[in-house]
């Protein structure tokens, strides 16, 4: 039997248009799910879709503000009706910022805490109905600002430490229906809002910056997007079936070996 064969479930993935969540997307489609990918940017969405059911997989993209509750719940209710049940949510959809407390205004602050927490509860909300009749498995992407301090990260590291107790907690209160909850931890990833920020900020400086950020981690280099997805589907796959209400950071040793 094929190890982490995702034939016949649905999964639902945020932010699936780009980085991370496109990776998660493309390789859980390769593995048999029915994948939908909620995302802002409806472009991104298509493309992504464009390319698994080109490649023999079988994706549907839609436009999706994780922020809004009532927007997600009938979006939710609609896959539902469709395919009549959700078997894994992935939440990876979330925004950056940069700034300590004194410099992160009000406005900054209630952007980052609307998609990056309120957005991850509005998600599980909407699928913890459903999963409570038929299990299913929920699995965040916290970040390793959760449990580190990292410069200038105010509210990001808030909203990513929010992310790590809810998925605690879920995972406590609904193991007696069958629903495993856990969250991912990644440090620094190779994705193309890294090229995007440095060239931003260090315009003519590309090469250094991205050198330097590497180096943060000790293993040398950022993570690949498709390294988060590899974990990603053994934690939603019937192998990890042991597993709920853990975190794993993947790294490159940031968090143990930093000193």
């Known amino acids: 039997m094929e190890l982490f064969n995702l034939s016949g479930k649905v999964a639902l993935i945020t932010g699936g248009g780009s980085g991370i969540g496109r990776a998660i997307a493309e390789l859980f489609a390769r593995q048999g799910a029915s994948v939908f990918i909620l995302e802002l940017n409806k472009d991104a969405a298509e493309d992504a879709v464009n390319v698994i059911n080109s490649t023999g997989g079988k994706a549907q993209g839609v436009a999706c503000n994780v922020a809004e509750q009532k927007e997600v719940a ?31 205004s009000e406005a900054d602050f209630e952007k980052v805490f609307n998609v990056n927490v309120k957005g991850v509860y509005n998600c599980m909300k909407a699928a913890i109905v459903n999963m409570k009749e038929t299990g299913g498995v929920i699995l965040n992407i916290a970040s390793v600002a959760s449990s580190v301090g990292i410069a200038d990260r105010f509210a990001y590291s808030m909203s990513k430490g929010a992310v790590l107790t809810m998925t605690l907690s879920v995972a406590k209160d609904y193991i007696k229906h069958n629903i495993r909850c856990n969250c991912i931890s990644p440090a ?31 293993i040398g280099r950022m993570g690949k997007p498709d390294e988060v997805a590899s974990l990603a589907l053994y934690l939603c796959s019937d192998e990890a079936g042991f597993v709920t209400g853990s975190d794993y950071p993947i790294d490159g040793g940031f968090i143990r070996l930093n000193n």
């Open 74 to 104: 009938n979006i939710f209710s609609s896959i539902l009706n469709e395919k009549n049940r959700i078997d894994i949510l992935v939440n990876c959809a979330g925004i950056a910022h940069i700034g300590n407390i004194e410099n992160t």
């Open 188 to 218: 620094r990833i190779h994705t193309p809002f890294v090229d995007g920020f440095i060239q931003k900020n260090y315009p003519g400086k590309e090469k250094e910056i991205f050198e330097k950020l590497s180096a943060s981690q000790p």
